[in-house]
Structures are given as structure tokens and as C-alpha cells.
């Protein structure tokens, strides 16, 4: 069944983690949302590889209008996570236990959100000791997925796996 | 007295956050050394305003060859702080209570190093929460002072309070 997948990102976002895992949820029928402060803004990815026009604008969208939310890593995440509105759309996700997939740096929003005590957990190397200290428990893997809801990964190399396990998860 | 001050930098640290500090320092008579992986490298600002040649690789260098640690902001100190070098780097100034300078993101690199204990911080928005989860006592305001040892600010806009204190400190 198509899912509503919404997907937080910004300038500098790792060119890769966005655009694997967005063309395999679209080969799969879910449905993809872009969101980031302003509509119709075009970010672009850190190794400028990639330009993406945002769909929505965070003030437009509820998170009940969304099924799934999908976190590319780089630096997109820690820019958004100076926006409190960004924080508590991540927070409502986790909240209500609906799945969220983050790799790399996109955990960074999850800590900021105060939502990892207790989870397991990976993310790029350099967030491994925020990690520990927001309470997660951490695992060096390439995709880690924790009570059938929250799926992450470390870095690009991991995205094959990410992305198989976000799948199954998404259903 | 003119003092010896590191400074770890790498891609995009935040313009501004760099060059004013160490023009400051540079005017009091101080002598700098930028640090990264490779010496003679040509590293870039985000603004894209500076480019900064790389006087020694970290490999070369100890940190007993130096009075002081300034680290400036951007995504610099979370690139630097995926590389154990910089971390064991910036925790000897730490552990030897020598003055160490850390603006924006710059903290980053002091929470991997797992030396922010009980200490008094601020730092850049997002990582606001990485700094409490760390053990840190966050204050938000432009310059905080903590042992007449750490000092730290938050953004471009706290640059003059935090050259001023830093300055202080160096004595």
C-alpha cells in the first residue's frame, strides 16, 4: 500500500542519502513529500551533485498528514534543528510511534528532540558520543532498526541496507 | 607576553568566526598555527568568503608546543571530531587547564573529547542540547567564561564579547 512519506532537508544534505532511498520509496509506490521552511526553494546537496525543489513549506504540513518521516543526513539535519518547528515535527513522529528512518546526521534531530533515551541507535561517526549522551544505546552497524519503528544508518556506504530495512518497516 | 595559539580548522568553518579572532590575536602580537589533517591544504569557509592555508598537519605537531586552543565554528569542528586525532588534540588542552577558545559549533569537538562535565558553556542553537546531554551548565549568552580556562560564545554576532574575554584569558 502507497505510503505518505515526509522528508525534512536543507542545504548541504549528503547528495547520496537523499536520492537512493527517495528513488527507491517512488519505485515502490509511497509517495514523498520535501519539506523544509519555504515552498517552491531550491537546496542543494553538499557535494553538489543535486538540487531539489522543496515541496512544502513546514508551516503548511501537520505530521498527521504523513505516515512515515525520512531524515537524509549531511548537514541539512543540525540547520533544521535550530528551528524549533522542525524539532516538533520529528518529536510528533516518535511520539506516535509511526516510523521514522534517519541516517547519518539526521539523528542529530531526534537528539535535539529529546526522543532517543532508551533506543537503539546508529548515526554518522561524529554524533556517536551526542548519541550516547541523549541515553541511546549505540550500535557501530550499518543499519540499526529499533522496535519495528526507527531505522538508522551511519553513513553512504550503509545506504543499501538502510534503505532494505526502511522498506520493510514501511510496509 | 606573546602566546603560542593552535587553531583546528578544516572545510567549511564559518568565515567570520575565524578571520576576526585571529586578526585580533595576531594585532596583541600572538603567533598562529592552523592545524588539520594536511599541511600546505587550502581549506574553505561556508560563506566562501576565505581561504586559509594549513600550516601543519596534526600529525606533526603536540599539544605541548602550544599555550592556547581556539576553535572556530561552522561544520569544521564536526568534521574534525570524526578524526580521533583532534579529539585527543583538543582534550590535552582540557586536561592541562590551558585556555581554549571554542565559538559556534566549536564545542563539538570539546563534547567528543568528554571533557564538558560540570563545566559552564554556550554554544551555536543546535547543539544546545548536546551540550546539556553532555553534563555541560548551558548558558545563552554571548560569551560565557567558565574557570578563567574555557571560553566559549555562540554565534558571528557574539564575536566581539568572545575576542574580548578570549583575549582576557590569553592574557
Redesign the interface.
Known amino acids: 500500500m502507497s505510503k505518505k512519506i515526509a522528508v525534512l532537508l536543507t542545504n548541504?544534505f549528503e547528495d547520496s542519502e537523499y536520492v537512493e532511498p527517495v528513488q527507491a520509496f517512488k519505485e515502490k509506490g509511497h509517495e514523498v513529500t520535501i519539506i523544509e521552511m519555504e515552498k517552491g526553494k531550491n537546496v542543494k546537496g553538499k557535494q553538489e551533485k543535486i538540487e531539489v525543489v522543496i515541496d512544502e513549506s513546514i508551516d503548511d504540513v501537520s505530521h498527521g498528514e504523513f505516515d512515515v518521516l525520512f531524515i537524509p543526513g549531511g548537514?541539512s539535519p543540525?540547520?533544521l534543528?535550530?528551528d524549533e518547528r522542525f524539532v516538533r515535527f520529528a518529536k510528533a513522529f516518535m511520539e506516535a510511534k509511526k516510523p521514522v528512518l534517519a541516517i547519518c546526521?539526521g539523528p542529530?534531530l531526534l537528539?535535539?528532540a529529546?526522543t532517543l533515551e532508551g533506543r537503539d541507535v546508529t548515526g554518522?561517526?561524529?554524533i556517536?558520543?551526542?548519541l550516547e549522551?541523549?541515553?541511546a544505546n549505540l550500535h557501530d552497524k550499518e543499519v540499526v532498526v529499533c522496535q519495528n519503528q526507527l531505522v538508522t544508518s551511519r553513513q553512504p556506504e550503509d545506504i543499501q541496507a538502510f534503505v532494505q530495512e526502511s522498506l520493510r518497516i514501511i510496509g
Chains 1, 2 share one sequence.
Open positions: 548541504d548537514f543540525d540547520i534543528r535550530a546526521h542529530q537528539i535535539t529529546k554518522y561517526k561524529s556517536h558520543v551526542d549522551n541523549a541515553g
